[in-house]
């Protein structure tokens, strides 16, 4: 048994454990798509290493009163919340219909009216595109909590890899010297200390390095 395996089956224990919602408990025994499997597999947890915070099937009202459930749903604590979707190719585009478009889009109206910050993302995308998913999702993150980060890194160090983890794309270092309010030339010394640690790595650039990725394995 793989990690993610042990870790998904004691997750998924214990969510059902502590399920008391006889519709949602029902969903949760049945087991979980194939899309958010393959999700949190080569995405979640691969850039997380665990599913702290994170709600398979949850429910959440719609304006019929009736009941919808999110693939999954993010909720550090607070009021804030977020949730992913996994969009497979052929319900959501090449066979999507009126009616199944409008009501998808009246779905993501009602979850943005309520506060949730919404991400979807396409199937298609976890098989061709891991990394770059993985990047999305610690940007993801980054929207609602600050991340641990050694605590043998200085304050620079440390809020370097947390701007890092809030922007889904490679950053410059004049990007890095504007947020932190240094010099370039100290946003690139702690850049390359940071690569040669192995919290960052270089996205561009070979004689001189241009634009700086974190790095999620």
């Known amino acids: ?30 087991g979980l798509g194939h899309g958010t499997r ?17 709600y398979p099937e949850w429910e959440v009202r719609d304006s019929n009163n ?6 999954l749903a993010y909720m550090p604590g607070g009021d ?12 959501h585009a090449r066979d999507l219909d009126v009616r199944r478009f409008k009501d998808l889009c009246w779905r993501q109206c009602l979850l943005a009216l309520d506060d949730w910050i919404f991400m979807p993302i396409a199937y298609l995308s976890i098989t061709d595109e891991p990394k770059r998913c993985q990047q999305f999702v610690l940007s993801f993150i980054g929207k609602f909590i600050a991340m641990d980060v050694p605590k043998n890194l200085t304050w620079l160090e440390a809020e370097t890899i947390r701007y890092a983890r809030r922007i889904p794309r ?19 010394r702690i850049l390359h200390k940071l690569v040669e640690h192995q919290f960052l790595f270089v996205a561009s650039g070979r004689q001189r390095y241009r634009s700086y990725a974190l790095r999620t394995q």
């Open 1 to 30: 048994m793989t990690r993610f395996d042990q870790a998904y089956e004691e997750w998924m224990k214990s969510v059902i454990a502590q399920e008391e919602n006889h519709r949602r408990r029902e969903l949760l025994e049945k």
């Open 66 to 71: 009736g009941y919808r459930y999110l693939d």
């Open 170 to 188: 490679p950053f410059t270092p004049s990007e890095l010297s504007s947020h932190l309010r240094i010099t370039d030339q100290h946003a690139r």
């Open 38 to 54: 393959e999700f949190l597999r080569f995405v979640w947890f691969p850039a997380v290493r665990n599913f702290n915070d994170l």
């Open 80 to 91: 804030v919340k977020g949730g992913i979707e996994i969009q497979g190719y052929g319900p």
